[in-house]
């Protein structure tokens, strides 16, 4: 996936199952849009265990990659990806901190995550790897630029 194909850069997102089994989904997605993303693909989605391992693979050798990817194979997420300026670095300030606890108030964390564990929402912590995770849910035709 090329930056090029959007105006402006891009960002992975996902609602989290903790998130979209609470409910959550609605008020993150409006956020989101509030925020002044623009969504450039959307789907909602159940990963199995292996799909949750090769989309956490970069954490495999952690003490929590077991834990975590159960996890993501536990219920529905709902995947994204979204446009903006500075979009990575936006969307990693408005869900806030890994632990709910440690996150500012009014981020999507510190107002619908559970735990550290179940914090709500995914975010990409780089172009490189916003362009590596668009690519494991999306192919290019499901990219609606402008």
Known sequence: MQQGYFSKEYTFMMIKPDAVKAGHSGA????IEEEGFQIRALKRLRLTKEQAMGFYAVHSARPFF????DFMASGPVIAAVLERDNAVAHWREVIGATDPA??????????????K?????????????????TAF???????VGQ
């Open 28 to 31: 993150i997605l409006k956020r």
């Open 66 to 69: 077991g834990e975590l990817t």
């Open 102 to 115: 440690e996150a500012a108030p009014n981020t999507i964390r510190k107002l619908f995550a559970k735990s």
């Open 117 to 133: 564990g179940e914090n709500a929402v995914h975010g990409s912590d780089s172009k490189e790897n916003a362009a590596i995770e």
């Open 137 to 143: 849910f999306f192919s290019g035709l499901e990219l």
